[in-house]
């Protein structure tokens, strides 16, 4: 990380903690969880961008992190036979800050790591092992019934703890298999996440590869609007199509800051169509800078 990002992303965070501390108004209070579109060490994040225009955002997003750990928990302990599960501790800290700062506006960014992960493998069938489809999509369709319940479980969590909050979640965009990893200073740190699956299940073509990428982001998405439908309160935001260039893309799945940048904007606009405002204006006088 440059020594002027660094720069950045601490002073973000100072401004933002400093709002909180203050009397700050809640149409400009945010508690968001999430992964590494709202937590990217390298590069500016949705929040950095969402803080700068002027909201005051508790976040609890940890690059890498799951919907399964964020909801339920993966922790735990273990002596000799004998494991002990540490509860859903994600969970709790960021409903503790939901129910500290009770704000309008909870964010929330997750799945993107159950599906284009490491258990990406699970979804694939093998290109020689005479399957008809390329996509287990009994192992898909299950997996995101299972994702479906855990947002759901968040909704709800969330909701009872702050009656009037709203949800807001994209369904991020569709991935590019183009086996870039997160990388500083010409090193690779992590990833390639896609293509190195494909090449293992012998998928090898570009078609095939992006067919199957635009198959798992559409169905997320469609879930999404399912929870859209069915929770007045919860808002699906949909990027898919937003960033159709590579030169877009820092890697395979995460955007350049010009992106988070536009996705904050996405979100900055929502806002004031939840509203009916727009805060930061409204609220021009009390902005912390």
């Avoid at 750990?69 to 501790?89: A, C, F, P, Q």
């Avoid at 993107?112 to 898909?140: A, C, R």
């Avoid at 949800?167 to 870039?180: E, S």
Wanted: charge should be positive; hydrophobic fraction near 35%.
């Amino acid at each position: 990380m440059s020594q002027q990002l660094k720069k950045f992303k601490q002073q973000q965070v100072r401004i933002s903690n400093k709002r909180l501390k203050s009397d700050y108004p809640k149409e400009l209070v945010i508690v968001a969880e999430g992964d590494s579109w709202f937590d990217y060490t390298l590069k500016k994040d949705v929040i950095d961008y969402l803080i700068k225009k002027g909201y005051a955002i508790d976040k609890y997003a940890k690059a890498g992190d799951t919907l399964e750990n964020m909801i339920y928990g993966t922790e735990y302990r273990s002596r000799r036979d004998t494991v002990w599960h540490s509860g859903s501790l994600s969970l709790q800290r960021t409903l503790n800050s939901i129910r500290k700062h009770k704000p309008k506006i909870v964010l929330f960014s997750g799945g993107g790591n159950d599906i284009v992960g490491s258990e990406i493998l699970g979804y694939l069938n093998h290109k020689f092992s005479n399957s008809t489809e390329l996509i287990n999509k009994d192992i898909f369709q299950a997996r995101l019934k299972e994702m479906k319940r855990a947002i759901e479980f968040f909704i709800k969590s969330a909701r009872s703890t702050a009656v009037n909050c709203n949800i807001l979640m994209d369904g991020y965009d569709y991935a590019k298999v183009n086996g870039k990893g997160y990388s500083f200073i010409f090193r690779n740190i992590k990833g390639p996440w896609l293509l190195p699956s494909f090449g293992m299940k012998g998928i090898t073509d570009k078609q095939d590869q992006e067919a199957i990428i635009k198959y798992f982001v559409d169905e997320f998405n469609e879930m999404l609007l399912e929870l859209d439908a069915a929770y007045e309160h919860f808002h699906h935001i949909d990027l898919r199509g937003k960033f159709p260039n590579d030169s877009q893309w820092d890697n395979e799945i995460h955007l350049k800051n010009s992106g988070y940048r536009e996705i904050a904007n996405i979100y900055h606009e929502k806002i004031k169509k939840i509203q009916n405002q727009d805060p930061i204006k409204t609220f021009r006088q009390h902005l912390i800078v």
